[in-house]
T-cell receptor, first 113, second 113 residues
Framework: GENVEQHPSTLSVQEGDSAVIKCTYS??????FPWYKQELGKGPQLIID?????GEKKDQRIAVTLNKTAKHFSLHITETQPEDSAVYFC????????????FGGGTRLMVKP | DVKVTQSSRYLVKRTGEKVFLECVQD?????MFWYRQDPGLGLRLIYF???????EKGDIPEGYSVSREKKERFSLILESASTNQTSMYLC????????????FGEGSWLTVV
Protein backbone atom coordinates (compact mmCIF):
# COMPACT_ATOMS: atom_id res chain seq x y z
CA GLY A 1 0.00 0.00 0.00
CA GLU A 2 0.86 3.68 0.01
CA ASN A 3 3.33 5.13 2.52
CA VAL A 4 3.65 8.88 3.05
CA GLU A 5 6.51 10.45 4.97
CA GLN A 6 6.40 14.08 6.06
CA HIS A 7 9.22 16.39 7.21
CA PRO A 8 9.92 18.23 9.38
CA SER A 9 7.76 17.19 12.32
CA THR A 10 8.06 20.67 13.83
CA LEU A 11 8.92 23.96 12.18
CA SER A 12 9.35 27.35 13.80
CA VAL A 13 9.58 30.50 11.68
CA GLN A 14 9.50 34.22 12.25
CA GLU A 15 6.40 36.09 11.12
CA GLY A 16 6.85 37.18 7.53
CA ASP A 17 9.28 34.39 6.65
CA SER A 18 8.44 31.47 4.36
CA ALA A 19 7.74 27.90 5.50
CA VAL A 20 8.20 24.73 3.48
CA ILE A 21 6.90 21.28 4.40
CA LYS A 22 7.92 18.25 2.35
CA CYS A 23 6.32 14.87 1.76
CA THR A 24 7.39 11.76 -0.09
CA TYR A 25 5.13 8.93 -1.21
CA SER A 26 5.76 5.37 -2.30
CA UNK A 27 2.95 4.44 -4.71
CA UNK A 28 3.83 5.70 -8.20
CA UNK A 29 0.16 5.37 -9.18
CA UNK A 30 -0.96 7.98 -6.63
CA UNK A 31 -2.35 11.02 -8.42
CA UNK A 32 -4.14 13.12 -5.80
CA PHE A 33 -2.26 15.06 -3.10
CA PRO A 34 -4.23 17.20 -0.65
CA TRP A 35 -2.95 19.25 2.26
CA TYR A 36 -4.94 19.68 5.48
CA LYS A 37 -4.54 22.27 8.23
CA GLN A 38 -5.56 21.45 11.80
CA GLU A 39 -5.93 24.34 14.20
CA LEU A 40 -5.89 23.75 17.94
CA GLY A 41 -9.04 21.98 19.12
CA LYS A 42 -10.43 21.54 15.61
CA GLY A 43 -10.56 18.88 12.95
CA PRO A 44 -8.31 19.03 9.87
CA GLN A 45 -9.52 21.20 7.02
CA LEU A 46 -8.49 21.04 3.36
CA ILE A 47 -6.42 24.06 2.33
CA ILE A 48 -5.12 23.08 -1.09
CA ASP A 49 -4.76 20.01 -3.28
CA UNK A 50 -2.95 19.06 -6.46
CA UNK A 51 -3.47 16.35 -9.03
CA UNK A 52 -0.73 14.68 -10.99
CA UNK A 53 -1.53 16.43 -14.26
CA UNK A 54 -0.01 19.68 -12.93
CA GLY A 55 3.32 20.45 -11.30
CA GLU A 56 2.32 23.46 -9.23
CA LYS A 57 -0.78 25.09 -7.81
CA LYS A 58 -1.08 28.38 -6.00
CA ASP A 59 -3.74 29.99 -3.82
CA GLN A 60 -2.78 33.39 -2.42
CA ARG A 61 0.06 32.78 0.08
CA ILE A 62 0.09 28.99 -0.21
CA ALA A 63 1.39 26.85 -3.03
CA VAL A 64 2.00 23.18 -3.61
CA THR A 65 4.57 21.66 -5.95
CA LEU A 66 4.68 18.09 -7.19
CA ASN A 67 7.59 16.11 -8.58
CA LYS A 68 6.16 12.81 -9.82
CA THR A 69 9.51 11.46 -10.95
CA ALA A 70 10.99 11.84 -7.50
CA LYS A 71 7.65 11.06 -5.80
CA HIS A 72 7.63 14.07 -3.58
CA PHE A 73 5.43 17.12 -3.07
CA SER A 74 5.78 20.22 -0.94
CA LEU A 75 3.67 22.92 0.70
CA HIS A 76 5.00 26.47 0.58
CA ILE A 77 3.60 29.24 2.74
CA THR A 78 4.91 32.74 2.07
CA GLU A 79 4.69 35.81 4.32
CA THR A 80 3.70 33.66 7.28
CA GLN A 81 1.32 35.08 9.88
CA PRO A 82 0.57 33.94 13.45
CA GLU A 83 -2.74 32.47 12.29
CA ASP A 84 -0.78 30.07 10.09
CA SER A 85 0.33 28.32 13.29
CA ALA A 86 -1.25 24.85 13.17
CA VAL A 87 -0.54 21.21 12.37
CA TYR A 88 -0.34 20.49 8.65
CA PHE A 89 -0.92 17.06 7.10
CA CYS A 90 -0.09 15.92 3.61
CA UNK A 91 -1.86 12.95 2.04
CA UNK A 92 -1.81 10.87 -1.12
CA UNK A 93 -4.18 8.56 -2.95
CA UNK A 94 -5.31 7.34 -6.34
CA UNK A 95 -8.41 9.01 -7.66
CA UNK A 96 -10.57 5.92 -7.52
CA UNK A 97 -13.68 5.21 -5.50
CA UNK A 98 -12.01 2.36 -3.69
CA UNK A 99 -8.87 4.12 -2.57
CA UNK A 100 -8.45 5.86 0.74
CA UNK A 101 -6.16 8.74 1.59
CA UNK A 102 -2.87 7.89 3.28
CA PHE A 103 -1.70 10.70 5.56
CA GLY A 104 1.75 11.84 6.54
CA GLY A 105 2.73 12.15 10.19
CA GLY A 106 2.02 15.88 10.40
CA THR A 107 4.09 19.05 10.86
CA ARG A 108 3.53 21.45 13.72
CA LEU A 109 4.19 24.95 12.37
CA MET A 110 4.78 27.76 14.84
CA VAL A 111 4.93 31.33 13.56
CA LYS A 112 6.55 33.66 16.07
CA PRO A 113 5.34 37.28 16.02
CA ASP B 1 -21.25 24.45 4.90
CA VAL B 2 -20.71 20.78 5.54
CA LYS B 3 -20.99 19.94 9.18
CA VAL B 4 -19.66 16.76 10.79
CA THR B 5 -20.63 16.62 14.43
CA GLN B 6 -19.04 14.38 17.02
CA SER B 7 -21.27 14.38 20.05
CA SER B 8 -18.61 13.70 22.68
CA ARG B 9 -15.51 15.90 22.70
CA TYR B 10 -13.86 14.54 25.85
CA LEU B 11 -14.38 11.15 27.45
CA VAL B 12 -12.68 9.25 30.26
CA LYS B 13 -13.45 5.53 30.41
CA ARG B 14 -12.19 2.61 32.43
CA THR B 15 -10.34 -0.38 31.00
CA GLY B 16 -12.82 -2.99 29.82
CA GLU B 17 -15.73 -0.60 29.36
CA LYS B 18 -17.72 -0.53 26.13
CA VAL B 19 -17.38 2.86 24.46
CA PHE B 20 -19.55 4.44 21.77
CA LEU B 21 -18.38 7.41 19.72
CA GLU B 22 -21.15 8.98 17.68
CA CYS B 23 -20.86 11.02 14.49
CA VAL B 24 -23.48 12.77 12.38
CA GLN B 25 -23.04 14.56 9.03
CA ASP B 26 -25.60 16.87 7.45
CA UNK B 27 -24.64 16.77 3.75
CA UNK B 28 -26.05 13.44 2.63
CA UNK B 29 -22.54 12.09 1.92
CA UNK B 30 -22.28 8.44 0.97
CA UNK B 31 -18.90 7.88 2.57
CA MET B 32 -18.05 8.17 6.24
CA PHE B 33 -14.78 7.44 8.04
CA TRP B 34 -13.27 6.99 11.46
CA TYR B 35 -9.63 7.96 11.93
CA ARG B 36 -7.35 7.80 14.90
CA GLN B 37 -4.81 10.62 15.42
CA ASP B 38 -1.64 10.06 17.42
CA PRO B 39 1.43 12.36 17.55
CA GLY B 40 3.92 11.55 14.82
CA LEU B 41 1.68 8.92 13.26
CA GLY B 42 -0.69 11.23 11.44
CA LEU B 43 -4.22 10.08 10.77
CA ARG B 44 -4.77 6.36 10.53
CA LEU B 45 -7.97 4.91 9.11
CA ILE B 46 -9.88 2.56 11.43
CA TYR B 47 -13.04 1.84 9.40
CA PHE B 48 -15.03 3.41 6.64
CA UNK B 49 -18.51 3.01 5.23
CA UNK B 50 -19.66 3.75 1.68
CA UNK B 51 -23.36 3.09 2.29
CA UNK B 52 -25.89 2.30 4.99
CA UNK B 53 -25.10 -0.99 6.71
CA UNK B 54 -21.88 -1.32 4.69
CA UNK B 55 -18.45 -1.17 6.31
CA GLU B 56 -14.86 -1.81 5.32
CA LYS B 57 -11.78 -2.24 7.49
CA GLY B 58 -9.12 0.41 7.32
CA ASP B 59 -5.50 0.14 8.38
CA ILE B 60 -6.02 -0.40 12.13
CA PRO B 61 -9.43 -2.06 12.75
CA GLU B 62 -8.34 -4.34 15.59
CA GLY B 63 -10.26 -3.65 18.80
CA TYR B 64 -12.91 -1.53 17.03
CA SER B 65 -16.23 -2.05 15.30
CA VAL B 66 -18.62 0.33 13.60
CA SER B 67 -22.30 0.74 12.90
CA ARG B 68 -24.10 2.65 10.18
CA GLU B 69 -27.84 2.20 10.47
CA LYS B 70 -28.69 5.57 8.88
CA LYS B 71 -26.90 7.45 6.13
CA GLU B 72 -26.10 10.46 8.29
CA ARG B 73 -24.83 8.57 11.34
CA PHE B 74 -21.65 6.51 11.79
CA SER B 75 -20.72 5.09 15.18
CA LEU B 76 -17.38 3.78 16.39
CA ILE B 77 -17.51 1.11 19.07
CA LEU B 78 -14.75 -0.03 21.37
CA GLU B 79 -16.04 -3.35 22.68
CA SER B 80 -13.61 -3.49 25.60
CA ALA B 81 -11.55 -0.33 25.96
CA SER B 82 -7.84 -0.65 26.64
CA THR B 83 -5.25 1.95 27.64
CA ASN B 84 -3.59 1.76 24.21
CA GLN B 85 -6.80 3.09 22.71
CA THR B 86 -6.29 6.42 24.48
CA SER B 87 -6.22 8.80 21.53
CA MET B 88 -7.99 11.46 19.50
CA TYR B 89 -10.69 10.04 17.22
CA LEU B 90 -11.80 11.91 14.12
CA CYS B 91 -14.95 11.24 12.14
CA UNK B 92 -15.16 12.39 8.54
CA UNK B 93 -17.44 12.29 5.54
CA UNK B 94 -17.00 12.63 1.78
CA UNK B 95 -19.18 12.72 -1.27
CA UNK B 96 -18.09 10.41 -4.07
CA UNK B 97 -14.60 9.14 -4.84
CA UNK B 98 -11.18 9.62 -3.29
CA UNK B 99 -10.40 12.75 -5.30
CA UNK B 100 -13.04 14.72 -3.41
CA UNK B 101 -12.68 16.67 -0.19
CA UNK B 102 -12.94 14.87 3.12
CA UNK B 103 -14.69 16.89 5.83
CA PHE B 104 -13.68 16.22 9.42
CA GLY B 105 -15.44 16.64 12.71
CA GLU B 106 -13.70 18.37 15.60
CA GLY B 107 -12.57 15.14 17.21
CA SER B 108 -13.23 13.13 20.35
CA TRP B 109 -10.49 12.88 22.95
CA LEU B 110 -10.72 9.50 24.63
CA THR B 111 -8.71 8.62 27.73
CA VAL B 112 -8.83 5.03 28.97
CA VAL B 113 -7.65 4.58 32.56
Amino acid sequence: GENVEQHPSTLSVQEGDSAVIKCTYSDSASNYFPWYKQELGKGPQLIIDIRSNVGEKKDQRIAVTLNKTAKHFSLHITETQPEDSAVYFCAASRINAGNMLTFGGGTRLMVKP
Amino acid sequence: DVKVTQSSRYLVKRTGEKVFLECVQDMDHENMFWYRQDPGLGLRLIYFSYDVKMKEKGDIPEGYSVSREKKERFSLILESASTNQTSMYLCASREGGSGNTIYFGEGSWLTVV
